[in-house]
């Protein structure tokens, strides 16, 4: 019987990964913690518990206590917002990562997963189908954290035998939570005001293509990574993962297809740089072959289930 431990659980991954866990290994062998109370669903199909993960002594406690088998450590300032507070931002996500491997080293709970980003890569990566190993010089808070934050899981592997895993996250699409600071928010908020306004004013410029991921294909293949036998991964630092590559004008003439009057206009902000040290598209193939990465939805389809769950949302409130 695992016993899970999501750190982060109230944030736009973590309250999905939950309820997806919970599915899996029932609601009270999956404890969800953050430092703010988590959405209603979270919170009433399971444990939660406020809980810092910065604080390495209640940790470890909590590990010990629930005998967690599993974590998944969600905590993180996002690359928008940690370029706003770059020191605080490095602080919070490399003690978030450190206090979580050496509390898994302490403990019971070896087995731990933590999301890198196609934030890793930089302005000298190859920026179509880019190779999972290749060129990697982040220019962003984030992107040197993330990068950082590969390799000490990869050494805690190595000298602790820690079971760490990670997958390199693209954009993520949800309509369940709001956008929490990244450079890929544009791609959620313009579901919500393609809705309410008719229009949206994006931040980044109608040409600038970036990998995206609907939030369900995500969670699946957050799972199957961590449910794959070890002895099958051949990486311990982060697996690329793709999904599906478009333009705010490519996603916006989709949404133009159910909503034929939307328009889009264009004030590329601080964000158009990070995004133009992102990749264009990525290749996954080394996951495919691993663990068996997989895909779902298309551009076409995750757009029509946004709009459609979004449209039941707004009626609802």
Request: proline share 5%.
């Amino acid at each position: 019987m695992e016993r899970i431990l999501v750190i982060g659980s109230s944030g736009q991954i973590g309250s999905e990964l939950v309820l997806a866990l919970r599915k899996i290994h029932g609601g009270e062998n999956v404890f969800a913690t953050d430092i703010k109370y988590p959405p209603k669903e979270v919170g009433k199909t399971g444990p939660f518990q406020i809980l810092d993960v910065l604080d390495f002594n209640n940790l470890l406690h909590f590990l010990v206590r629930h005998k967690i088998t599993q974590v998944y450590n969600l905590a993180a300032v996002l690359s928008g917002n940690a370029e706003k507070i770059p020191l605080q931002a490095w602080d919070i996500n490399m003690k978030a990562l450190m206090n979580t491997l050496e509390a898994a080293r302490q403990s019971d709970a070896k087995k731990l997963f933590w999301p890198s980003s196609i934030a890793i890569f930089g302005p000298t990566t190859p920026m179509e189908e880019t190779p999972q190993l290749t060129v990697m010089e982040p220019n962003t808070v984030y992107g040197i954290s993330k990068l950082a934050g590969e390799r000490w899981g990869e050494y805690y592997h190595n000298r602790y035998d820690i079971d760490f895993r990670s997958v390199r996250y693209p954009g993520l699409i949800s309509y369940k939570t709001e956008p929490g600071g990244g450079t890929t928010d544009y791609a959620v908020e313009i579901f919500f005001e393609a809705i309410k306004k008719g229009m949206y004013e994006c931040f980044l410029s109608e040409d600038t293509g970036l990998p995206m991921m609907f939030m369900d294909d995500a969670i699946n293949n957050t799972i199957k990574l961590m449910d794959c036998d070890s002895s099958k991964l051949s990486l311990r630092s982060g697996y690329n993962m793709a999904g599906i590559s478009f333009t705010p004008k490519t996603l916006s003439e989709a949404i133009k297809k159910h909503i034929p009057d939307f328009s889009i206009s264009y004030k590329p902000d601080f964000r158009q740089a990070i995004a133009d040290s992102w990749p264009a598209s990525i290749d996954e193939s080394v996951a495919i072959a691993d663990w068996g990465l997989h895909t779902e939805y298309d551009l076409d389809r995750m757009t029509a289930v946004m709009l459609e769950k979004i449209r039941e949302q707004l009626e609802e409130a």
